[in-house]
């Protein structure tokens, strides 16, 4: 900070990203964290990961992931759902669903792209459609 004569030298600042630069998408930018509950209406434009609880609506433009310890009770809108934990109720993806080894969904699900690895516990309806919502 100071050179050998007493005087300040500036300081290199590393290249923060702000909010106006644009972040990937897929990438969780909130959490419900393990432990923590949540009742009510979720919108986001952005990517949300819960490990807690969760019960209500979820309406987003991006992915939701449910973590390994997550349990959503929720009719889900989303861009992406991921799902390694628990989920119960519908689920409306404009993209892709991802039931992962061991998580268990109860409900109906519709996407023009799912992935089910080995070990999932699913019950419920599946709906493989090009537009979500679209004639």
């Known amino acids: 900070m100071f050179g050998k004569d007493g005087k300040t030298k500036p300081v290199e600042v590393a290249n923060i990203p702000t909010t106006e630069e644009p972040r990937p998408r897929g990438g969780a930018r909130s959490l419900l964290a ?3 509950k949540f009742t009510g209406r979720l919108e986001s434009q952005a990517g949300v ?5 969760f019960n209500g609506d979820i309406d987003m433009n991006d992915t939701l992931m449910v ?3 997550g349990m959503v009770n929720a009719k889900v809108k989303a ?3 991921v799902v390694h934990g628990k989920l119960e109720g519908e689920i409306n993806a404009t993209a892709k669903i991802e039931l992962m080894a061991g998580c268990k969904v109860v409900g109906d699900m519709k996407s023009p792209s799912v992935v089910i690895q080995d070990g999932v516990e699913f019950e419920g ?3 493989i459609e090009k537009k979500i919502g679209g004639k």
């Open 34 to 36: 393990q432990g923590a």
């Open 49 to 53: 990961q819960i490990d807690g609880n």
């Open 125 to 127: 309806t599946l709906k």
């Open 67 to 69: 973590g390994k310890d």
């Open 79 to 81: 861009r992406t759902v």
